[in-house]
């Protein structure tokens, strides 16, 4: 059984369709990538996975579930968490505090315990902080802990969306343009950072990415949007090689 199995999405809004008869199949601990144009209905189908759109037609499954019409904080309770193409951090709240709300997901105190800080949510409130601190050394964020998240540099402001999505324990990660933005040295890392993520988490990254050695660095098959529609699926080797893709995303003179 797939982790993630979308059947023929399809994400019309007026006369536009963003997206068109989208498929794909995600097995446990792949590394996907979705490529296309600017406008080419990326981040649409990850808006539908995530719970942010219902689709016009099609469906969404997770673990065998139907996921399609559930709202985003029952997809993230299941085991999906994302990033934004544009950082959505609480800016005014510190490092380890953009962490440890995202851990509250997985609360099992009530509003009563918390209020009265009954001794149940004291010890999940210590576990919660464990796991935050322990999520900012493996992100290497360690020592920016309590600065303000807007004080950051942007590619560790990358690093922190990334901590704080895992903090809710996610099975499947969407990354939403993770390498935007940085530097050819912070892609480089960034690249190894996924590739350690995937193997230390036990997690399933499907990810949208326009930096091409990112994307073909550390994918192990790629698909192709153009004008909402799959064009390609391949290893990035025949998506290299791929004469439609070359046409509609890479360029002719990019490839040689």
């Keep these: 059984m797939n982790l993630l199995e979308v059947k023929g999405i399809t994400m019309q809004f007026g006369g536009l369709k963003a997206v068109a ?10 590394i996907v990538g979705l490529i296309g144009p600017n406008g080419a209905g990326k981040t649409t189908c990850f808006n539908v996975i995530a719970g942010e759109y219902v689709p016009t037609q099609g469906k969404v499954f997770f673990e065998g579930r139907d996921i399609t019409k559930s709202r985003p904080d029952q997809i993230t309770k299941l085991g999906i968490a994302r990033t934004f193409q544009n950082i959505r951090l609480f800016k005014d709240l510190t490092v380890l505090e953009n962490v440890l709300i995202a851990n ?3 609360l099992q105190s009530n509003i009563f315990s918390a209020t009265f800080r009954l001794p149940w949510y004291q010890k999940e409130e210590k576990i919660m902080y464990e796991r935050s601190l322990q999520l900012l050394d493996q992100l290497k ?22 901590a704080r ?3 809710t324990q996610p099975k499947l ?3 939403d343009e993770p390498a935007a933005g940085m530097n050819p040295q912070e892609s480089k ?28 660095g550390v994918c192990q098959r790629i698909l192709v ?32």
């Design 189 to 216: 890392e960034l690249m190894y950072l996924i590739q350690e993520l995937r193997d230390k988490f036990d997690l399933t990254i499907f990810m949208i990415e326009h930096h091409m050695p990112v994307i073909m």
């Design 21 to 30: 008869n989208f498929n794909l199949n995600i097995d446990k601990n792949e």
């Design 165 to 167: 999505a895992l903090a």
């Design 141 to 162: 964020l360690t020592q920016y802990k309590n600065e303000k998240a807007s004080s950051l540099p942007y590619g560790l402001q990358r690093r922190l969306e990334i």
């Design 104 to 106: 509250h997901l997985n």
């Design 225 to 256: 949007l153009d004008y909402g529609v799959t064009i390609a699926e391949g290893t990035p080797k025949e998506i290299q090689s791929n004469e439609r893709v070359i046409a509609a995303y890479l360029g002719v003179e990019h490839i040689a």
């Design 173 to 175: 990660l969407l990354l």
